[in-house]
């Protein structure tokens, strides 16, 4: 989900339950909102995208990071081609190709994934109807 996405589904739960919401263009203030202690002049959408949720993010992405293998996130990457979600629009030829390659090759012999390749095309030209 990016940042104007999170935006729109927290503007809408606020909207719901009654919340008030500032005016994300207005300026950021800290501390007491005196103007001698602001050290910067930036919007309120400013502060909560990069001070707040770009940091959150990258906590989770350091967090991923210092928990999986290189190869445990390769294939978590690589089985999202598979996705069936919004129409299959993630699906990739080359990606699910790798997986069986890399991660399957005692499952497929060199002809099977040859096969797997022209399967998959023909599955994007049908059943997907992408060329």
């Known amino acids: 989900m ?9 503007a809408s739960f606020c909207r719901k339950h009654g919340i008030h919401m500032p005016n994300m263009s207005d300026r950021y203030m800290e501390g007491t909102r005196r103007s001698c202690q602001q050290k910067n002049n930036i919007t309120i959408e400013y502060y909560y995208h990069f001070n ?10 350091v ?10 996130m390769e294939l978590l990457v690589l089985s999202e081609a598979s996705n ?7 699906f990739k ?16 012999t ?3 994934l040859k096969a797997l390749k022209r399967q998959l095309e023909h599955y994007k030209f049908d059943v997907l109807g992408q060329p």
């Open 93 to 108: 030829i080359d990606s699910i190709y790798t997986l069986a390659e890399k991660f399957y090759s005692k499952d497929f």
């Open 52 to 61: 707040i949720f770009n940091v959150a993010t990258d906590f989770q992405l």
């Open 84 to 90: 069936p979600m919004n129409g299959f629009k993630s």
């Open 2 to 10: 990016n940042g104007m996405t999170f935006f729109g589904s927290v």
């Open 110 to 112: 060199e002809d099977e």
């Open 63 to 72: 967090e991923l990071d210092s928990r999986f293998k290189k190869e445990t």
